[in-house]
């Protein structure tokens, strides 16, 4: 029998274990490290969908008018979402971080950074995210001269002798 587990497309990325980078936060978030991923555009995707959700979400409540947009919702809401989304697409979890001595998983620390108590949580999230996004596009721009040429340019030189 097969086992088609690996042929499986379109995995959320919060569903995923593994994958993401660990990012050293240093002192001003007490030597914290998080496993998270970096922006890409599936994410960006994915809160441009949540955006107009809430937009549409909004306006069938009546608190928002027919011609506002995203930006006329309240700031605490907007950060709320991306808050939620980041923790949900982006944030894998803590790296050897405890709470009162116990291990601290990723669930707990996705319900403390969303507590106004442990507000800094979440500030570690996004400095970890925006570290992890910056390397992932600097490593993007130092591989950008080993693709080889595209395909539809046209070769200027001798064809060779077959």
């Given amino acids: ?3 088609i ?13 593994t994958g993401g980078v660990v990012i050293a936060l240093g002192a001003e978030f007490n030597d914290l490290n998080l496993r998270v991923r970096p922006v890409t ?11 107009s959700e809430l937009v549409r979400q909004k306006r069938a409540e009546g608190t928002l ?5 995203y930006e006329q919702i309240p700031l605490s809401e907007r950060q709320a979402l991306g808050n939620r989304l980041a923790l949900e697409h982006l944030f894998i979890g ?4 405890t709470f009162g001595g116990q291990p601290l998983d990723a ?17 570690a999230v996004w400095a970890a995210i925006e570290d992890a996004t910056q390397q992932s596009r600097a490593r993007a721009k130092a591989a950008g001269g080993n693709s080889s040429q595209r395909s539809d340019t046209t070769s200027t030189s001798p064809a060779l002798p077959a």
């Fill in 107 to 123: 669930k707990t620390y996705r319900e403390m950074a969303q507590t106004e108590e442990f507000a800094d949580l979440m500030d």
């Fill in 65 to 69: 008018k027919a011609r506002e947009g």
């Fill in 1 to 3: 029998m097969t086992d």
């Fill in 41 to 51: 555009p599936t994410y960006d995707d994915i809160l441009a969908r949540a955006k």
């Fill in 5 to 17: 587990a690996s042929l499986r497309r379109a995995t959320p990325a919060s569903t995923l274990a």
């Fill in 94 to 97: 803590p790296v050897d971080a």
